[in-house]
């Protein structure tokens, strides 16, 4: 008897736990959003870090989606050539990465590389006083650190999700036609033929609201940290793993919004 | 010199969890004085002058600077306070990401009162009150030695002509020479600037040179104060032993074996 209540304690303190984080980061969130309409704006801020996930990303974001599209018309074509289906493969990939691929994969690769070092920079400044001495200089850590981040974020993904999608396609273009045999008109006709705006649209929005939650994770888990380089560790990895879950969360909510 | 206090508190409690850290602070800080806070660590000195600050709520109690009471401020009188306040940081708190000369300038440019080429002259000059090159300004925070941060985080802290001006732990990680030469412009730099100046540090050769009036923290109150220059012998026991660093005496460490 004792042990099943302890359970339930366990579950009513985990519950009120993810409940408080959420009320946290909800309230966070608004606070940093209502700095982006209010001024002074720190432009010289949000183009830094515009260029920071934009333009650094664009490597890791790039090799990914590329090698992506050549994985998935190769394990398509595996697949599709039982059922002779193979002139399917172009629509697959095309669809698989506008709506799906591009911006989740992308939307991962930021998380891991921008929203940790958003974290252990955001951190750092926390554990050796700098976010105090922005109070003390006049500046609200929110308006400075915070607010051109997201704004960042929100912006910059898109963008790299759009390249994601070009490249991946071409991926899965240059297996088709070098390794696969297909025309290369063949394939692309197929690829547009089935390609709808709302596709390409719904992978950037997804983009958007994954490069906004991407920020939020890295700027609030730094925000909070305490005690150190451990602390600063601890959220770096919060901050990666949180990103993580909520893309793929969102990513499921989105595609029930726009494909139900 | 006004008698009025230009910081004023009363009964200023503050707790983290169980840890009481303020049991009922009450100073003075008279205007156009520099005031020293001794005490050793963990007394609450540092939570002290972040109450005062706004960085921290305290539990209860009463801060006022020039009659205002800041726990009760709008965020923009808030501000208003901040723009005439100076702060050095015990570990300098220089931004990383900026060069020094951002660093100096960062609330004039923050608060667009001067161009970013007009920060590089101001930065030059407020570098050169502490005693460095103007070529400092073009060197990362992470280039420099500890007494250079110092002395940079110093300029920053006077670089807008604040009236008041908090000092924690200021010479704290430098060696007494380096130690001296900041205690001595933090002297020149407060009487330069007519400000009112509010010092923590359990270094008692730098309050001794720093503050005109001293004040001492013990678990969470003032047990004493009066003029800096009597600090060693004061005839009250817990600032004596505290400042001739005496094992022996009212003042017991807590040390578990």
Aim: glycine share 10%; aromatic share 6%; net charge neutral.
């Amino acid at each position: 008897m004792t042990a099943a209540l302890d359970l339930v304690a366990l579950l009513g303190r985990t519950v009120l736990g993810l409940l408080r984080a959420l009320g946290q980061v909800s309230l966070f969130a608004a606070e940093a959003l209502s700095h982006l309409v209010r001024p002074p704006f720190f432009l010289r801020q949000f183009a830094r870090h515009f260029v920071e996930i934009a333009y650094f990303s664009l490597p890791v974001v790039a090799l990914t989606a590329l090698f992506t599209g050549m994985v998935l018309a190769l394990q398509s074509y595996v697949g599709f050539a039982r059922f002779n289906a193979e002139s399917a493969i172009a629509s697959v990939v095309v669809l698989s990465v506008t709506r799906e691929l591009g911006p989740v994969l992308a939307g991962l690769m930021v998380a891991g590389r921008i929203g940790a070092a958003m974290a252990a920079e955001i951190g750092t400044m926390r554990v050796t006083d700098q976010i105090d001495a922005l109070t003390t200089l006049s500046t609200d850590p929110m308006k400075y650190l915070v607010a051109p981040r997201l704004l960042a974020g929100t912006l910059a993904l898109p963008l790299l999700v759009l390249i994601a999608d070009i490249l991946g396609v071409m991926g899965g273009f240059l297996v088709g036609v070098l390794k696969l045999g297909f025309v290369p008109q063949t394939f692309l006709s197929n690829a547009w033929d089935i390609l709808q705006p709302m596709d390409v649209i719904s992978g950037l929005v997804k983009a958007a609201v994954f490069g906004f939650v991407i920020a939020l994770m890295g700027c609030w888990c730094g925000y909070a940290s305490r005690g150190g380089a451990q602390g600063v560790g601890q959220a770096t990895t919060r901050a990666v793993v949180a990103a993580s879950i909520l893309i793929l969360a969102f990513d499921y909510l989105l595609t029930a919004a726009f494909f139900s | 010199m006004s008698a009025t206090p230009r910081i004023r508190l009363r009964g200023l409690r503050k707790a983290f969890g169980a840890k009481q850290v303020l049991d009922g602070v009450d100073l003075d800080v008279v205007a156009g004085h520099s005031t020293v806070v001794l005490g050793g660590s963990g007394s609450g000195k540092s939570v002290t002058i972040k109450c005062i600050l706004g960085l921290l709520s305290p539990d209860e109690g009463l801060i006022e600077v020039d009659g205002q009471d800041v726990t009760r401020m709008s965020r923009a009188e808030r501000a208003a306070l901040l723009d005439r306040t100076g702060m050095l940081f015990q570990n300098g708190a220089l931004f990383d990401s900026l060069p020094v000369w951002e660093n100096v300038c960062f609330k004039l440019l923050a608060q667009k009162r001067v161009t970013r080429a007009q920060a590089r002259d101001v930065a030059a000059e407020a570098l050169a009150q502490v005693g460095l090159a103007a070529t400092v300004g073009e060197l990362s925070p992470a280039e420099l030695s500890g007494g250079m941060q110092k002395r940079v985080a110093l300029a920053r802290a006077i670089a807008a002509r604040p009236d008041i001006i908090f000092f924690d732990e200021p010479t704290t990680g430098l060696d007494p020479i380096m130690g001296a030469v900041i205690d001595g412009l933090i002297v020149d730099c407060v009487r330069r600037l007519g400000a009112t100046a509010l010092s923590i540090t359990h270094d008692m050769a730098s309050a001794r040179r720093i503050g005109d009036t001293a004040a001492m923290i013990h678990k969470g109150r003032i047990v004493w104060s009066g003029p800096a220059e009597t600090l060693g012998h004061t005839g009250n026991a817990m600032v004596d032993q505290f400042a001739n660093g005496e094992r022996e005496g009212p003042i017991q460490m807590e040390l578990r074996r």
